[in-house]
């Protein structure tokens, strides 16, 4: 039996052995042939070598991750200890600076963390209009924000304008109390929410107040011509065909569009065909427009939503209607 002292003199103790020590407990269920104890900013751990080693190397890239974030979720930490390949573990650890496209408040970094995410990010760097196609938390929409805030940042563009159509996705806004902004504000809101990640309150503000960053529903963008610009088109699955082509045509001549969308999530009416994927078919071939397809491995949320994803895809294997 072999042991090692591991020093955690660098980070937080309770942000590595976690509130009652939860994440303690999950490291001690990924390795259950060592003994794993704790004491103030040490970890010892006892067993056979190639346990210890494989215990040593996850723990150094916890270290890491913790080093340059200062803090890891719970399902964060999980995902760490059971990423056995060199690609899943690149997804959480900042091997190279170049890559974080912005730092958020409190020094948070924010990156492409999937190989079809930096895909995404290639294409907006080389084309004026990117598609990104893929299910719930897929990282679509962070993405797409993460790259309109660098360019706002590096002064490519001057302002930034986010929308969505405000569909009723199962309810009805004229049964919702308040006037029109606050019955639309709830669909807007994972994009305020990406914004507060990457911009510190007090200055997201500022651009709010002076249109230098705008939100607002997909109706709001007709009869615009839209320069200088980083406009997203978010849930662009429930836009219809004569709603694409105005967003599409509002492009000024110095703006760079990002349109997202989810095949599965579409909440049209019935009869109603989506216009994202008529729109993604019949402009594939034109330069500066490329085409991103996201699947469950690009998956950045809770562990178990690539799971939910892959059972409804095997219950479901007809493509959702609107599609064709």
């Known amino acids: 039996m072999t042991e090692t002292i591991i020093n955690l003199e660098t980070v937080n103790p309770i942000e590595f052995f976690g509130v009652n020590n939860g994440k303690l407990d999950i490291l001690k ?20 070598p190639e346990q210890i080693d494989g215990a040593k190397d996850k723990i150094d890239l916890i270290v890491q991750y913790l080093e340059r974030n200062g803090h890891m979720s719970e399902n964060y930490f999980e995902q760490i200890l059971g990423g056995d390949d060199e690609k899943s573990i690149d997804n959480f650890i900042d091997r190279n600076p170049n890559d974080v496209l912005v730092f958020g408040p409190n020094g948070k970094t924010v990156r492409a963390r999937t190989a079809n995410q930096k895909k995404m990010v290639a294409a907006a760097d080389k084309n004026d209009i990117v598609f990104a196609i893929g299910p719930a938390g897929t990282g679509k929409t962070y993405t797409a ?12 563009v001057k302002k930034i304008i986010l929308t969505r159509p405000a569909v009723e996705a199962g309810e009805s806004l004229g049964f919702l109390p308040g006037d029109l ?9 994972p994009l305020y929410d990406a914004l507060d990640d990457m911009i510190p309150a007090d200055k997201l503000g500022y651009y709010m107040s002076t249109r230098t960053i705008e939100v607002a529903p997909l109706a709001y963008m007709r009869g615009r011509t839209l320069d200088n610009a980083f406009i997203i088109l978010d849930e662009a699955q429930n836009t219809n065909d004569l709603q694409i082509k105005m967003f599409l045509t509002r492009i000024g001549p110095n703006a760079k569009a990002i349109i997202t969308g989810d095949p599965t999530q579409i909440d049209l009416p019935p009869k109603q065909q989506s216009g994202l994927f008529k729109a993604s078919r019949i402009l594939r071939n034109i330069e500066g ?30 493509p959702p209607a609107g599609t064709q």
């Open 29 to 48: 269920k990924k390795f259950p042939l060592l003994k794993i104890l704790s004491r103030g900013t040490q970890i010892k751990l006892s067993g056979a």
């Open 289 to 318: 427009i490329a085409h991103i397809e996201l699947d469950e491995e690009d998956v950045v949320r809770h562990r178990l939503v690539k799971a939910i994803i892959r059972a409804y895809d095997r219950d479901q294997p007809q």
């Open 181 to 189: 902004k606050e019955k639309i504000d709830p669909y807007l809101r």
């Open 145 to 156: 924000v993460a790259l309109a805030v660098r360019a706002l940042k590096n002064k490519v």
